[in-house]
């Protein structure tokens, strides 16, 4: 199945009755029964090719249901379910969703089980995805508080520029504009977002299935996605795309279509997540905020060779993860003489009002990744205001000084 690797991937990673089972219910196939006396490997061969039976269409629906599930099942993937599970409300899902371990089984049971909640962890990888990477995430500054055209003329206005702009056809091109609340970084107060998301179809492909035993060409047609942001308080117009060189075009369409109201071009710089304070002890300024306790739960290193070491203690260690790495390896061990490639912060919140206590966990990993932005709104603020606050972020490139406070992690 050279033309479905995340369907692939499923059926490789999921123990075969739950793939099986996932097959029969979401999409109604005629599966074999499976033969226990087997291994899993011949089970899987022979649902592998009831699987290249289907038409390429019929393939690619399913495709394209697996690839969602796959996105939460890598590292980052997982990351964003840990900061959602505590929505799975009703104590037995709770307490079924924590016995697997299989993380693309748990990414299969929030979707089947839990679908919602599957789709705004989707939406959070996503922009997890992009926003951590300058190769997908450019910020432009525009003015403050104005107002976002939503009227037919603006919206067709701005889906011919598109279209123009991308060299398509105006049917082939397809935009969105909705509104929704976010709570501010500094504040926490509620202000208003803007998000308008541009979808277009790529030139079509020629993939290779087979078909009655012979190797056929088919013609498959993908669309892409793009999102812009446009924030009234902070004048921030910020632009989620893989295509580097058209995000700056897309803002201009934005700002000139939707806006009325040109951009300069001047660019809101990312954030660089610089964590390596954390090999020392030290003390975590909560002042003023609705927290409790704040408490390094993890730490990792690569070191030579492609060997790494990962500490882990829970949030009721008497001892910090320092003093508990000294006493697991030697009294002369420290995390400082070491370039820290993975941390786990553990923020435990207060009850304030109707919002119960509970905790927050922060993982930071690799050159610059944070999953900051796979937290619910109300979280994800909170937790950027910490980290500003602990002084582990730091502005990569230059804008002026008075927006420095204001710009998201």
Known sequence: MNDAENLSKLLGHLPPAVFREFMV??????????????????????????????????????????????????????????????????????????????????????????????????????ADVFRQSASCYSGFIAPKDLSVLEDEPSRQAFHHAVAEELGCEIDSVAVQVFKRLRPDTQTGEEVDLYQISVHHNRPPEIIDCVQASELVSQEVVRAVSSHITYEPANGHLEVL???????????????????????????????QYDYQSLAGPRNFD???????????????????????????????????????????????FDFRDHQINYAKISIRTKKVGADRARTISVILRDDNKCNIKTKREKDRALCDRLLVKWNLVKVIGHVPEETLDTLAA
Not at 57 to 83: C, F, K, M, P, T
Not at 96 to 104: C, E, L, S
Not at 241 to 265: F, H, M, W, Y
């Open 25 to 126: 219910e979401e999409f109604e196939l005629t599966m074999p029964a499976l033969d226990k006396k087997q291994t899993k490997r011949d089970q899987r061969a022979e649902m592998e090719t009831v699987l290249s039976g289907l038409d390429i269409n019929h393939r690619q629906r399913i495709e394209e249901v697996a690839e969602r599930i796959v996105l939460l099942s890598d590292g980052a993937g997982q990351d964003v379910i840990e900061g959602f599970r505590d929505d799975i409300f009703d104590p037995k899902d709770q307490e079924a969703f924590a016995g697997i371990r299989n993380q693309y089984e748990r990414a299969l049971w929030l979707h089947i089980n839990a679908p919602t909640l599957f789709d705004e962890a989707m939406n959070a990888r996503q």
């Open 241 to 271: 795309s893989k295509d580097t060189d058209g995000r700056e075009a897309l803002a201009r369409i934005v700002a000139d279509s939707l806006l009325q109201s040109p951009i300069t071009g001047e660019k809101i710089p990312l954030k």
């Open 286 to 332: 909560i002042a003023g905020e609705a927290v409790a306790s704040v408490k390094v739960i993890e730490l990792g290193y690569l070191g030579d060779n492609h060997r790494s070491l990962m500490v882990k203690i829970w949030t009721k260690d008497a001892d910090d993860i320092h003093a508990a790495a000294r006493s697991l390896i030697s009294p002369q």
